[in-house]
């Protein structure tokens, strides 16, 4: 098989992003592809969905939950949002229903919040909504208990009642104070 037939093939068998990026280009070659980056994104959505598809496989339910938390952990951390509204937990509430739909409820009582992720696909650029296992969600348990943490300056409780890559609706979590 020569280098031209070899290429046709492997872009038949969907292989095209790994040659593409051989050849160093970063414009795509028709003009109904979409951008390079693009392309990695997508790419990057895949492999991660891979990635933790083979991690749930092969690691127990506990080990994968609570580094999925870790990276959760992280990303709120980079976003400082929690940190931002230290002590403020309603003017939190306020900005993510006005930026992203989210809706919460407060019993103060109990110290219950319940978190309900606007509908819509995922929010996690990350995430293939076709591909990517539920136990991903762990990562957004993380998220909120760092971002819950760093609002309330204190240890927090959360755990996922529904997932959209379960097929919910909405996401949802239950955060409780401690």
Sequence with gaps: MD?????KTACGLGMC????????????LLAAEPPAEDQRLALTRYQLAKLIGFMAADASEETCAGILEQTGRECAKLGRLGARFKGDPEAYFAVAKR???TDFTWDKEKGIITVEVAEGDCGCPLVDMQRTPSVWCNCSVGYQ?????AIFGRPVQARLKASKLDGAKRCVFEVTLS
Excluded: M
């Design 17 to 28: 992003g790994c040659a593409l990026n051989l050849f160093g280009t970063t414009t795509p």
């Design 145 to 149: 208990k760092e971002s819950f943490e």
């Design 99 to 101: 930026n992203w739909g």
């Design 3 to 7: 280098r031209k037939e070899f290429l």
